[in-house]
Each structure stands twice: as C-alpha cells, then as structure tokens.
C-alpha cells in the first residue's frame, strides 16, 4: 500500500516472465496495462486471482473498425497492493467470439451480458448472456458499434419538435457552404486522430 | 326508533367531521416535529372531497360493493358510541361485544374488496391487517375483559360512568399495566408506525388501497376516519373515564389521538411477524399479570 | 404452496431511482428474484464518443444523478493521466472539498432514505433539510445545486468564492452538533435496529464473490479498502482521516460505517479549508481553440471512491478531440445485478426495499 | 312540485357549477404519483420535504397511479419508461394531470441524439405544464405546480380529455416509437 511505484514493477516482472505479453504499457503509478493474445487471458487471470488481484473491476469491449478487429479489456485490481492491471486482447471483429471467465470471477457475468448487449461479442459458458439486459426490443445493430449512428436512429424512430423559426439560418445561406463543408471535412479529419 | 337512528347517522357524521378535523391539525402538528410548515388543518377534508369528485375505476361488483359494505358497516358501528353521557343514540346498547363485533363487518368489506380487486399486493396487505388484528386483539381484549370482571358491566356508557362515579378513578390510573397495553393495542388499530405493517408503502404499496382510486378510495377514506373515531372514542370511555359533556370530550379525544401520533413519528416500522411476537410476548404477560393482580389479588389503585 | 410474482419498482415508493426488481415469491420469503435494469438507460458511452474532450464536461455530472461531482472527478482525471499533466496544488484542495460536500450530502440522503423503507419519515425530512444546506453550499459555490459541472479536466472551473468558508465552517458545526440526535433517530432507534440487526447479511466471500467494493466491502472485510487510502487521489494522502471498517456486515453496520465516514468527511473539509495553499486552479489542456484539443493515444482507468464504492471510468482515446471510448464502470453494479439475483432471495419481502437501499444500488449508473 | 328558480339553470350550467367546485378540491389536493422517471427527480426530495415543504399547497406523493392525480415525468424518457409510463398514465383516474420536468421532456435537451432516449413527450401523451431546466431548481418545480393549479382554475389544464378524444393519434405516435407499446415480462418462463 505506501509503495505502489514498485508494486507497478513488481507486477510487470511477474507477468512477463510468465507470460508472452504482446505490449506492456506502464500507465500511472497505480496502473499498467498487458496487451496479451486471445488464448492466455484466462490462465492469466487465473493467476492474477491467485495472486491477490481477487475483484474483477470492469470488463468491455472497444471497437476498431479500421483494424476489423474488436478489443476486450479486463480490469482488476488488488486493494492490498493498489495496482489495477488491465489485460486487454484483439479479437475478430466480423464475428466476434470469447470464453466466458465466469468460472474465474463470478462477477462477470452481467458485464458480459452488457458487453454482448452493446457490441454483439457472444461469450460462450455465460447461460443468460444472449438475453437483451438494458435494451427492449432492440431492432438495429448493437449501439455502442463505432458504425452505428444515434442521431440517425433518433431521427427515424422519435418525433422531433419542430420550431417556427429556424435558429441556425445564418448557416443555411448559399455563400457559406463552401467554407462550412471545408470546415467539416477538417473536423472529421481531426477527430479521427489525423493531424492537430 | 327512527329518530334514534338519525341520531346514530348524527354521531357517525360528528365522528368524521371530529376525527378529520384532528387528523389533520395532527399532520399540521407532525410538520412541525419534521422541521416543515404542515399542510392546512382542512387538508383531509379537501383530499376526501377531491376523490370523491374524481371518476373511478371498478375492478368487478365485488370491489365496489365491499367498500359500500365497509362503509355502511362502519357507520352502524360508530351510530352505538356513546361520546358524552348523554350525547348517545341507544342508551341501553352500547355494550362493549357490539363493538367488538360490528367493527368486524366494515372490515370484512374492506377485505373482501381488497381482495376482489385481484392485486397480489392487496391481498397481502389484507393477510397482514388480519394478522395484525389477531396479534392486538388478544391481549386487548384480556384487559378488557379484567376491567368488566371488576365493574360487573360491559356497557361502555355504564363503565365510563363507573369511572366518574369513583371519584375521577380512571382505569388508566388503577389499571396501569393493562392501560399500556391498551396504548399499544390502540396503536395498533389506529395503524400507527411501529405497528403500521399492513399499510407499509415501502412494501407493500400501501396494501388493501393499492387497487384503490377515485371515489371508492374516498369513501373508504371516510370508512378509516370514523373507524378511528370509534377506536379513540372507546379508549377514552374505557380508560379515560369518559366524559360529562362534550367538551371534555374533546379535549381527552385530541390529547390521545395527538400524544399517539406524536410517538409514532418518531419509530420505525416492524415487520409482520416481529409485530405478532411483540404482541405475543410482552403485551399478553402484561395483560394477564393485571388482570391476575387485579382480580385475585385485589390491588386496584 | 403457490408462487406468486410481485414487482419492486419500477413505480413503487420503496424502490429509489427507475429500476425495477421482479420477485417471485412464496409465503413472505422471496424465492427468486431479478433486477430488471435499462430504464435509465441513455446511451452515455455512446454520447460521449459523440462530444469533444471539454463538450463532455456537460454530460458526465448526469451518469449518476445522485453523486455528480464523483464523475467530473473521475473523468478529469483519466484525462489528466492521459495527457500526462499536474493540476495545481490549490486545484486538488479545492476538489477535495467539493467531493467530501457531495460525499456528506449523498450520505446524507442515504441516511434519511433508510427513513423511506422502515417508514420512519421524520429521519428523512431532518437529513433533506440538512443535505439542502449543502446544496445550497455549492449553488453558491458553482452556480447550481446538483449539477455542478465545476471539476474540470485541469483543475477546477473557477476558484471558491470569497467568504464561501465561513459558509462551510457553519454548516459543518451544525451537522456536527446534530450527529448524536441523528444517530438517536436512526440507527439507535429500537424499531429500526429490530429491522437492521442480523439482517441483510453480506459475509466476506460475498464480497469477493461478486465484487461488492464500498462500505458494502469495509464493513465485511474489517480492512481499509478506501480508494482514497489504497491509492490515494488528489491530495488524500495529506490529510487524516480513518476509514471506518467492520467485521460483521449486517444493515445496521452498513448504516452505521456510513455516519461514521460523515465525522470523517466533516473533518476532511476542516483540515482541506485550513491547509489550502493561494494560487492558480486551472491549467488549459492544450493549445489554441478549446473544441480542438486532442489527447494523445492511451488507454486509461481512473478510479474515485464514491459513496458506494469504486467509481471508474476506462477512457481510450486515439489522439483526437473526441474521445473514442470511455466506458463506466458504476459502484453497484456488482451489487445491483448479481448481488440481486444471487443474494436477495432467501429474505422476507419487507426486507426488499431496506435490502436495495443498504446495499446501496443506484440505478443511473448500472444503466448509463 | 316544479321549482321555477332553478329550472332556469340548465344541465349543463348546472354541471359547469359542479365541475367548479370540483375543481376547488382538486388543485388544493394535488396527489403526485412517486415515479421517477427520471434525473430531474433529484430535486423531487427537497421539494417534498422540510426545505420547501410540497404539502403545505396540499400535494403528496402517493404509492400507486389508482390514487395519483399528478404523473410527474421527472426528466428524460427511455423507450424502456415509456412503455411502462404509458400503462402507468392509463390506470390513472380522471381528471389526471401531467407535468413534464425538464428540457428533455421538451425537446430531448441534452439527450436529442441519444438513441434510447425520446424527443418529445407531448407526442405520447398529453403534457398540461412544463418545467424548462436541466435540471429545474426546486423553485422552478413549485412554481410548475402552482401553474398547475392556475390551469386547472382556468380549465385549460383538460389533456386529459384530449388524450381521451384523439386516443387514436396518440396510440399510432406510441406504436411509431415503441413498435409495442405493450410491456413484456422477460424474466416469465
């Protein structure tokens, strides 16, 4: 608990000798990151449970659809060491696929249903994890896929409230177009992480 | 004959015009325990008055007959309570086992209603009152029963005089045991919070009523009123010596009701089964060590 | 004898917040149970893809609606961490104030809501009145009452406003001098330790089992599994405070670890008033336009101890001005969901609500 | 006996007359339904309890809709609430009022692209008094209630009757929306 800078150390010390960790990523003086293959997250967190990382604390999925691949991310943590590790490790994006940990934490389970729920990832040996959890009647691809578009689904699906007067006229106006869709692209280009 | 039962449908009315009055200045009283302003004096007249002007829905014959039958149960109770010596309909039936067993009817009503109205909810709530019931009644009527041993009546009119006729010596003085025991039980029939189980919003939704909106949840509104008018009325006239005219009537009737709702406010509520076994243990022992010391032993104060 | 199948919630007054949990039971004991969750649900983690780095700050106070500061704080910082930049000295004093207010008021609220299930109302009119003062406290300090939107990436919005600890100090003295008649009420009370003693258990291989963190975890274990211990944020590790703990977590000590830690938030604030160094409270981001700035790429978990336990959010960003994931994780998920389903059936349906409420379950936060 | 005095009000003054003294006890017993559905229902607490005191103007929360003459939709609507506030409104007995809390009630507020979330509640069910804030300080609630119960002085808080008379646009908006508006038992084996 007073020395965390060499508990991090300690920790990635431990895991790499053994384990063949891809990437290793040393956050912050409370947390470091493994970026591991598909096949040694259980044994890993096997270990990790054993070893005092006894709370799973979060578990999800990030989507790259650049790459065509999805991203599963493991969080846990150790309260008398205070490292949290996260283990993370790419997976199929088409048709994406995962061994459920729910004989390691028994906790997991509802956060994979979520995971499946928001991005369509199937968890095999979680009973429920097919049953819709927060949505109702879901009719669209999972939500929190980067190809998904809320606004267009609200647009379709709710009645917007119409206003009398259009607020946004001085954007409609013929001279400006050029330089709002030139602006546009540059905001599209900076969000995708292209140039500052 | 007919003349005396206007005089009993007189009294019921007095009764619910007397027991919303204080029940509200009460809530007003509680707002001001709680740190708050409280709601005007006449608030319950005005929530009584505003259900009885909305449209309701009727969930089968059963439900809405239940609570006219609860209704008209209650107010054939209330028409035989003697509130001063003189202010009563029927001088010679005013006998305790009446109450004991009208105020039966209007709650049946109220069960049979509750339950026709198909709500799981409501039917606990009934199983809980019912219970509840059970569990107070045993060692209520105990004391009772000691205090009629004693005087050789049962009339409630004729026991309240006995009291005035002893100088002042009201039960609640000679009797101390069994008049706590009396507390609690009114307590409990009063539904107030430790023993408030069958009502229980947080649990239950608030249990028979659940199913209830509109008018018949006035009326039954109005059936709760004057039970509790009669409840309080029987307990001044059975502890409290009753009263000679009305005002002291008043002033005892307020002094109870206001020193009940007072301890309620400030305890949680028992579960139903804690509430069974409370009543079970201490009340019971209570009751009959009274009426034991009282009638065998022959220590009255 | 007959199932029969009851709903708490989402329309119940037992229930807090829109969540709803099926029961099935037999008799008075409930046999099986479920939370049914996703009417809160608004699609946050997708919202926040949507805005910019700063844009966000408007969002994440709504996550969970009860203890908003928890989640500007914990957004602040995984932002800071991703960048990689410190926040000046006064900055983390002054949050530090603004998370023990909000730590004292959702205590507060807690408090006087066990009023709501064991129907004792005059507990919870006294601790709203007095959770009023603090939402007052920070209307004067920020601007509004629940939504503060105050702790930024960077420090904080603007500094405290002048004579705002004389405001604080009074408050302070005066739920001070009423903690004893609070504990009269509550937890001292005979009715409600005849609801709380020996019931709603949570033994220590629960905690683990599900993952329960918080007083939930404290007051089973017996350690000081505080976030602000273990891995101490801001500038928790320069003050005093003790975390309370227990060995036997039945409701009563749940409630009573909780009006321990409002003396402890009490004198966190006194000693952050009297240590505050003058100084800056904001450091920008970047450069330039505040709607263009970017964060470098990185994963990051940032971690808070909100009343209910460990408050994370996971933040992935790929170097623009948007971030590209941040995913919640709320304090009583584990509680909420599996602890629901597991651990609820086998009580009396009286005890449903006060089990919901001890265990602290929120449910904006499970839905997001 | 043929009274001529009165004969000279016709039925429906003598409704009109009725309905007025109703009106009375309703907006001085505003009964709210305890449903929140939503953020804005944070500030329900101070506005019921000692800070502000809700009952001093005759409100109350109350335990089911049976009983409830206010729906008091505090904030933002998932698909999920809706559904389950659409069946709450219809049990509740006439007159009912609705109080919309919040810009999200109004125009989807800071939720307008959320893709669990509605824009508009009005197009559901009829809305009689909103509360603009993200979220309302408790003044701005109470000042929504005694709105309120001037609309109801001023008979023009009626969205009960409306939703009455067009029930058949309002039924087609909610099955645009929900897709079904009926609500499924998912745990019922």
């Not at chain 2, 001044?236 to 309620?264: C, D, H, P, Q, R």
Request: with cysteine; glycine share 8%.
């Amino acid at each position: 608990m007073m020395n965390s800078t060499n508990n991090a150390l300690e920790v990635i010390t431990l895991v790499e000798s053994k384990y063949n960790v891809v990437k290793t990523e040393h956050i912050s003086k409370y947390q470091v990151a493994f970026e591991v293959i598909r096949e040694d997250i259980h044994s890993m967190l096997n270990f990790l449970k054993n070893s005092g990382w006894k709370q799973l604390s979060y578990l999800s999925a990030i989507d790259w659809p650049e790459e065509d691949k999805m991203e599963l991310v493991y969080i846990v943590f150790n309260w008398d060491k205070g490292v949290h590790i996260q283990i993370r490790s790419k997976i199929d994006r088409e048709n994406p696929e995962m061994d459920s940990i729910l004989p390691i934490f028994p906790g997991c389970k509802y956060y994979e249903r979520e995971a499946h729920e928001f991005f369509g990832i199937v968890f095999h040996g979680n009973p429920d994890s097919m049953k819709q959890l927060i949505l109702e009647g879901w009719d669209d691809i999972p939500p929190l896929r980067k190809d998904f578009d809320p606004r267009a689904y609200s647009e379709a699906h709710f009645p917007q409230r119409e206003y009398t007067e259009t607020f946004i006229e001085l954007n409609q106006q013929e001279s400006k177009q050029e330089k709002r869709a030139a602006r546009q692209a540059h905001i599209d280009e900076v969000r995708k992480g292209g140039k500052k | 004959m007919m003349l005396s039962m206007l005089y009993g449908v007189g009294i019921a009315f007095f009764g619910f015009v007397l027991h919303t009055s204080v029940a509200g200045i009460n809530r007003k009283i509680s707002g001001r325990l709680q740190k708050r302003y409280g709601p005007k004096w006449y608030q319950e007249f005005l929530d009584i008055f505003k259900l009885l002007s909305k449209r309701a829905t009727s969930h089968g014959w059963i439900f809405d007959f239940g609570v006219i039958m609860a209704l008209g149960g209650i107010i054939a109770t209330a028409m035989f309570i003697p509130v001063t010596n003189n202010f009563l309909a029927f001088p010679d039936f005013d006998n305790f086992f009446i109450f004991a067993y009208l105020i039966a009817v209007g709650m049946l009503g109220m069960a049979m209603s509750a339950s026709g109205s198909g709500n799981p909810l409501a039917s606990i709530g009934v199983m809980r009152a019912l219970t509840t019931m059970l569990a107070y009644d045993i060692p209520y009527m105990v004391v009772i029963v000691t205090i009629i041993k004693l005087t050789g009546t049962s009339s409630i009119s004729g026991l309240a005089l006995y009291q005035q006729a002893a100088g002042n010596n009201w039960f609640i003085v000679a009797l101390p045991l069994g008049a706590i025991v009396a507390v609690l039980a009114l307590m409990a029939g009063l539904g107030k919070k430790p023993f408030e189980t069958y009502i229980a919003p947080a649990e239950i939704a608030s249990g028979p009523l659940v199913e209830y909106g509109g008018k018949q949840l006035g009326m039954l509104f109005i059936m709760m009123e004057i039970t509790h008018f009669i409840e309080v009325s029987l307990f001044v006239n059975l502890f409290l010596g009753g009263a000679e005219n009305i005002f002291i009537f008043l002033v005892k009737y307020f002094a109870v009701y206001t020193a009940l709702s007072l301890i309620s406010n400030v305890y949680a509520r028992f579960k139903i089964d804690q509430v069974v076994l409370f009543f079970y243990k201490w009340p019971l022992l209570i009751a009959i060590v009274q009426g034991f010391i009282a009638i065998y032993l022959g220590w009255v104060i | 004898m007959q199932e029969l199948k009851l709903f708490l919630g989402p329309q119940h007054p037992g229930m807090h917040g829109n969540a709803s949990v099926h029961m099935f039971v037999e008799g008075d004991i409930i046999k099986r149970s479920y939370l049914l969750p996703g009417m809160l649900h608004r699609g946050f983690e997708k919202g926040m893809e949507r805005h910019t780095w700063l844009n966000n700050i408007g969002l994440i106070p709504r996550v969970c609606v009860v203890e908003p500061d928890i989640n500007e704080m914990c957004f602040a910082q995984g932002v800071e961490t991703l960048l990689g930049i410190e926040v000046p000295e006064r900055a983390h004093w002054i949050r530090m104030i603004i998370l023990e207010l909000a730590r004292l008021s959702i205590h507060m609220m807690a408090y006087g809501g066990i009023g709501g299930p064991t129907g004792l109302y005059t507990l919870m009119y006294h601790a709203h009145a007095d959770r009023n003062d603090i939402l007052n406290i920070f209307e004067k300090i920020t601007g509004h009452r629940v939504y503060h939107m105050y702790i930024v990436p960077g420090g904080v919005r603007k500094d405290l406003p002048v004579g705002i600890e004389k405001d604080i100090h009074q408050f302070l003295d005066s739920l001070e001098s009423r903690y004893a008649e609070y504990r009269d009420l509550g937890i001292d009370n005979p009715t409600v330790r005849a609801r709380t003693v020996d019931t709603i258990m949570l033994p220590e291989s629960v905690v683990w089992e599900l993952g329960v963190t918080g007083i939930g975890m404290r007051s089973a274990v017996g350690k000081e599994y505080d976030v602000r211990k273990v891995m101490p944020y801001a500038r928790y590790d320069q003050v005093e405070f003790t975390v309370p703990t227990n060995t036997y977590s039945d409701a009563n000590n749940r409630i009573d670890c909780k009006l321990q830690e409002i003396l402890q938030s009490i004198s966190i604030i006194r000693q952050c008033l009297a240590k505050m160094p003058e100084g800056p409270v904001r450091v920008p981001l970047g450069r330039g336009q505040s709607m263009r700035w970017t964060v470098p790429k990185g994963y990051a978990y940032s971690v808070v101890e909100s009343s209910r336990g460990e408050f994370g959010y996971f933040m992935v960003s790929n170097g623009g001005t948007h971030p590209y994931r941040v995913g919640v994780r709320g304090a009583s998920y584990p509680q909420g969901l599996l602890g629901i389903e597991k651990y609820l059936p086998g009580t009396r349906i009286d005890d449903a609500a006060l089990w919901v409420d001890t265990m602290g379950v929120c449910s904006p936060e499970i839905d997001r | 006996m043929k009274s001529t005095k009165f004969s000279e009000l016709s039925q429906e003054q003598v409704d009109r007359k009725w309905w007025e003294i109703g009106d009375f006890f309703r907006r001085n017993s505003l009964w709210m339904l305890m449903y929140c559905t939503g953020c804005c229902a944070i500030e329900l607490p101070p506005a019921m309890t000692s800070a502000y005191d809700m009952e001093r103007l005759g409100m109350g929360p109350m335990a089911t809709p049976r009983q409830a003459d206010i729906l008091l939709v505090s904030g933002y609507l998932s698909l999920k609430t809706l559904r389950r506030l659409i069946y709450t409104y219809e049990q509740m007995s006439e007159p009912k009022y609705v109080v919309g809390l919040g810009s999200c009630t109004i125009n989807g507020g800071i939720y307008h692209d959320s893709h669990a979330v509605i824009n508009q509640l009005d197009q559901y069910v009829p809305v009689d008094v909103y509360v603009a804030g993200c979220m309302p300080n408790t003044e701005a609630v109470m000042n929504g209630f005694v709105d309120l119960m001037d609309a109801i002085k001023h008979k023009t808080a009626n969205g009960w009757k409306k939703y009455r008379d067009n029930y058949d646009w309002y039924r087609q908006n909610q099955i645009a929306s929900l897709g079904e508006v009926e609500v499924h038992d998912e745990f019922h084996e």
